[in-house]
């Protein structure tokens, strides 16, 4: 098993540009997840999708859409990338049944905005 | 929203020593979660806890479910060089069940550096 995989590792855009990261399991997860990591503000919510074909907004959302393209896969979009976009993005995802709260992490996806 | 309050924010100790550190909310939380990032990574769940009072141990790290289920803690026992990186405490709020979809708030981290 992979785990969670996330593309790029790497990504410098300028602002105006827009991109897709990718995230893909193989834990079969019903619950996926997209935070950001900023320095010294740990990790927060910006979307989360709890099923397949469910999307709802976290923390802070602005800026941002996702696609649950199906239960193995959760994209995250920036339509028009602004420098405060420029941040570490992980992609989640959480195993199913029970009352289970673990959320299991990809390697991350290094944005820099010009 | 909800914020956890991660203590202490950064250590400098010496190989051998033992380390703690603790996460405190203003509501009460289901489950509590520690997690490790090294540079470059991302973060790996170390200890999940889903009891108030609940003391569970993974090789030198032990955590502890605050009784209060307000707080947590997490103590390294005997450090060793590749202890060194970035520690989260994670909490679910609210009674067990409900509809939150799992959905994690995360403490700002503690930055363990291990001196040898």
């Known amino acids: 098993n992979a785990g969670v995989t996330q593309t790029p590792k790497f990504q410098v855009l300028k602002t105006g540009q827009s991109m897709t990261l990718q995230c893909a399991q193989d834990m079969n997860h019903n619950s996926m997840y997209w935070y950001r990591q900023d320095p010294g503000m740990g990790l927060r919510l910006i979307y989360y999708s709890a099923s397949e074909g469910t999307t709802d907004k976290g923390e802070v959302p602005n800026g941002y859409n996702v696609s649950r393209l199906n239960k193995r896969e959760f994209s995250l979009r920036l339509e028009s990338a602004a420098p405060s976009q420029t941040s570490v993005y992980f992609c989640?995802?959480?195993?199913?049944?029970?009352?289970?709260?673990?959320?299991?992490f990809g390697p991350g996806t290094r944005l820099t905005v010009l | 929203g909800q914020q956890l309050n991660q203590s202490p924010q950064s250590m400098f100790i010496q190989e051998g020593e033992d380390v703690s550190m603790n996460c405190t909310s203003s509501s009460i939380f289901n489950t509590w979660l520690w997690y490790k990032q090294e540079p470059g990574e991302g973060p790996v769940l170390l200890i999940a806890?889903?009891?108030?009072?609940e003391l569970t141990s993974n090789g030198r790290l032990t955590a502890q479910f605050g009784i209060t289920r307000k707080d947590s803690f997490l103590n390294i026992s005997a450090s060793i060089p590749s202890d060194v990186g970035i520690y989260f405490c994670?909490?679910?709020?609210?009674?067990?069940?409900?509809?939150?979809?799992?959905?994690?708030?995360f403490g700002q981290g503690t930055i363990l550096t291990v001196h040898p």
């Open positions: 806890l889903y009891k108030a009072g």
């Open positions: 989640a995802s959480r195993r199913s049944g029970g009352d289970y709260n673990e959320q299991f």
């Open positions: 994670a909490g679910r709020e609210g009674d067990a069940g409900g509809t939150s979809y799992g959905k994690l708030t």
